[in-house]
């Protein structure tokens, strides 16, 4: 193939390169496995289409050695030399610079929060969760007497959650005051309308043995909570649980799993 077709395509591919590493950030938030194998297989095929056109055509001359030059020699070794054809040396830039587009085009592409949601829940879709050091600032019933206050930064999770779960709220309060702040709060966070949610799946007991109750009679694939007596308990009875504790915990459970906070199990903390 003639040097004029090899830098055309080189520039082909520089700016096909470009346009899919512009649009790739875009693309990974509605990627399915099937569109990026085949933006996968695609890059594949340029790749090796570039390499076959790297590739000589060919098979490359052999030049002579050159001989070594004895004293009596020196004209001849001259006149040698001369005759020699020098090979030509192409500048590295133009390989470099299609090398570079391929290789920010194969840079990982870091997944969304909603898949590693789904990846972390497994094939879970409903799930339980208290709402006291979890999805709430305050740790305690009393507190929430006087104020309830969504975690910021639990919240984005709670809502990538609902999106593809049956999710259920559950907290002990100590009078209705207390629920009444509780749904305020979330109402003003947006999780009754950006999430799948209803007030109806916002639960509140008397007692802390409550949420066990509730839990049981939901059967969640996924059950969230602070307390670990009642993870304890309800280990025998649910598929998986997250408890959430602010010191590392031995592992009571194959299905207990334990970490810091919701988003710190998530990787978003």
Not at 115 to 121: G, M, N
Request: hydrophobic residues 40%; contains cysteine; aromatic residues 8%.
């Amino acid at each position: 193939m003639a040097d004029s077709s090899k830098d055309d395509f080189l520039q082909l591919l520089k700016r096909i390169g470009a346009f899919l590493t512009l649009k790739i950030s875009n693309l990974s938030q509605t990627l399915d496995s099937r569109s990026a194998g085949a933006i996968a297989g695609l890059a594949f095929a340029i790749v090796f289409i570039w390499r076959l056109l790297r590739s000589p055509s060919g098979p490359q001359r052999r030049h002579p050695k050159q001989q070594a030059v004895t004293p009596g020699s020196s004209g001849v070794s001259r006149h040698f030399s001369e005759n020699i054809p020098t090979s030509e040396v192409s500048p590295p830039s133009e390989d470099s610079n299609a090398q570079n587009v391929i290789d920010e085009f194969f840079q990982p592409i870091k997944p969304t929060l909603g898949q590693i949601v789904r990846q972390r829940l497994g094939e879970g879709r409903k799930v339980t969760c208290r709402l006291l050091g979890v999805i709430l600032e305050e740790t305690s019933p009393e507190e929430l007497q006087k104020q309830a206050t969504v975690r910021s930064s639990a919240l984005e999770v709670l809502l990538e959650i609902t999106k593809f779960c049956d999710l259920y709220l559950m907290e002990r309060v100590l009078d209705d005051e207390s629920e009444k702040k509780v749904l305020l709060a979330l109402e003003d966070a947006g999780v009754f309308t950006s999430g799948g949610i209803v007030k109806d799946k916002v639960l509140f007991c008397s007692i802390e043995n409550g949420r066990t109750s509730f839990v049981r009679q939901l059967e969640p694939d996924w059950h969230i909570d602070t307390n670990p007596e009642i993870v304890f308990q309800l280990a025998r009875f649910i598929k998986y649980e997250l408890h959430i504790t602010p010191t590392k915990s031995e592992r009571t459970a194959m299905n207990v799993f334990s970490s810091t906070s919701l988003e710190q199990f998530f990787g978003t903390a």
